[in-house]
Nanobody
Framework: QVRLAESGGGLVQAGGSLRLSCAAS????????MAWHRQAPGKQRELVAT???????TYADSVKGRFSISRGNAKNTVYLQMNSLKPEDTAVYYC?????????WGQGTQVTVSS
């Protein structure tokens, strides 16, 4: 069973930066996209950023210009660089890897931005 492990979350002041990492426990065949989602208390989970196998990226309007998604040299790793963080970015952040048979999800990492 493939597991995704996120790391890099924590407490940061508004305006600060964090870099989230997500690594799969083993190689995944035929990855389509890798993505980050987040879920704030009392809200639905939302898509934050995606990156395709070809390197194309998309971002939620709320994070454009502040967040950057990238893939690691190891093909089963994905990062989310978060700059100029705002209190409204506070959430549990989840990585997701979509492959030819479905999705793998991580357990999430908490990001808290204080004002």
């Amino acid at each position: 069973q493939v597991r995704l492990a996120e790391s890099g979350g924590g407490l940061v002041q508004a305006g600060g930066s964090l870099r989230l990492s997500c690594a799969a426990s083993e190689s995944i065949f035929s990855i389509n996209t890798m993505a980050w989602h987040r879920q704030a208390p009392g809200k639905q989970r939302e898509l934050v950023a995606t990156i395709t196998s070809g390197g194309s990226t998309t971002y939620a309007d709320s994070v454009k210009g502040r967040f950057s998604i990238s893939r690691g040299n190891a093909k089963n790793t994905v990062y989310l660089q978060m700059n100029s963080l705002k209190p409204e970015d506070t959430a549990v952040y989840y990585c997701r890897i979509n492959y030819y048979r479905g999705d793998y999800w991580g357990q999430g990492t908490q990001v808290t931005v204080s004002s």
